[in-house]
């Protein structure tokens, strides 16, 4: 039976007073909320609630993609609303396919778009309760109970009440965004805008008005003025993701905002003062590139003021099993069957692979799993980790049975297929040895013919070659 009052997260900049006033009509506690960072917020009590996405607000496109990491939290059952051919953007596209129960296209009639929404709440509530037991450390999307994720967590806690600039190291999809997310969160800033820009996706000739912005005319095509994402950050935290990536003639344009806190727009004539914190990231060896001459060692040392290094995966340890079973508690809604769990041989698997894409790896050879699994239990085939399970454990007559086997077969491969000079090594009677060789199937590697001893018959239990 269904609660009598249900939550609803409402995303939208222009939020429809009707259709609030249906949802409040049919049950639901309404909170509308602005962006990625109030939507954390809202939802990070636990229990199941709706969500109503409206993508035909208007929102930035750093804004829907900082939609993501809200859309995965596995509490809330998600529908869209989108203008009619929105959706012919691939990255839209993918973010209602993946993360989305339904969506609906405006104009909508108002109860379509409640049963939507009750109907992705529902089925969210039929999953698994969260776990409350509290043997798990978290500091906001980030899950991890080892000493090096705990000494992660106290870092962010610390860089968090300054307001310099920070400097995140690690291999790529250890989760580096993350970390400034909950930097910025735990900021005197967190009600200002958490602004990306990922250094390395942008084509270098088009990096400086990304980052400035331009006016109107400023070069053929510029139809409008657009905020840079500097400007778009002001008074919050701009994070410059594989800041390592960031071509030389944007490094000396960066240092000057960096020294004078003003940008100018491309074609601008004044320059606009800007209050931001600089958080950046990279998986470059940045002592290589700057004695390389790839990177400016200014530039860098304004943006490493203090440094966080994030831990690789395979440096985790029992947080692997950790994470894989919280992704598939995120995911488990994409298999066709009610899945258990993971097999042990998937857990051994688990361990044993060294994980060279870290945790962005790990979620998608879980996600992978959960489709293509066959079974109740994701195996490590399922994983396509096969290759390293762990020997299984054996009996001790197999355990004898394979060092009697090895034995003889050096014996032999030493004395070069010589029988006797083999048994007299092995301490035993040549008979005896080729007793064994034909019990072994070794036949094939004895280099002489067995001559009954002193001349007589072979036993009847060995046969003559």
Known sequence: MEPATRQLIYVSRDPSAELNTRFHQRGWQVEVVGSARDVRRAVRAGMAAGGLLDLSSHFQPHEIAAFESCLTMPNVGWVAATMPGQLQDAALRRLVRDYCFDYVTVPYAGDRIVDSVGHAY??????????????????????????????????????????????????????????????????????????????????????????????????????????????????????????????????????????????????????????????????????????????????????????????????????????????????????????????????????????????????????????????????????????????????LAQAREAAERQAIELALLRHRGRLGDAAQELGISRVTLYRLLCSHGMRHMEGEPLAAPHGGDLPASVPHL
């Open 122 to 395: 529902g089925m969210i509530s039929l999953g698994e309760p969260a776990s409350n037991d509290g043997s798990q450390g978290a500091e906001g999307e980030m899950v991890g109970s080892c000493d090096a994720m705990l000494a992660l967590f106290r870092s962010i806690r610390k860089v968090a009440m300054t307001d310099a600039p920070v400097f995140i190291s690690g291999e790529s999809g250890t989760g580096k965004e993350l970390t400034a997310v909950a930097i910025h969160e735990r900021s005197a800033r967190r009600n200002a805008p958490f602004v990306p820009i990922n250094c390395g996706a942008i084509p270098p000739h088009l990096l400086q008005s990304e980052l400035f912005g331009y006016e109107r005319g400023a070069f053929t095509g510029a139809n409008q003025r657009k905020i840079g994402r500097v400007e778009a950050a002001n008074g919050g935290t701009l994070f410059l993701d594989e800041i390592g990536d960031l071509p030389l003639e944007s490094q000396a344009s960066l240092l000057r905002f960096l020294q004078e806190r003003k940008v100018e727009r491309l074609g601008g004539h004044g320059a606009i003062d800007v209050d931001v914190r600089i958080i950046s990231a990279t998986h470059v060896d940045m002592t290589a590139a700057m004695i390389e001459g790839r990177f400016r060692s200014d530039l860098y040392h304004r943006l490493c003021v203090l440094q966080i290094d994030e831990p690789p995966l395979r440096a985790r340890g029992k947080d692997i099993e950790l994470l894989a079973r919280h992704m598939l508690e995120r995911f488990k809604k994409d298999a066709s069957r009610r899945l258990r769990g993971f097999a042990p041989d998937a857990i051994a698997a688990l361990h044993n692979y060294g994980w060279p894409g870290n945790v962005r790896e790990l979620i998608n050879r879980v996600r992978r799993a959960i489709v293509m699994s066959e079974g109740r239990a994701i195996t490590a085939r399922d994983l396509e980790l096969a290759e390293y399970v762990e020997i299984v454990p054996v009996s």
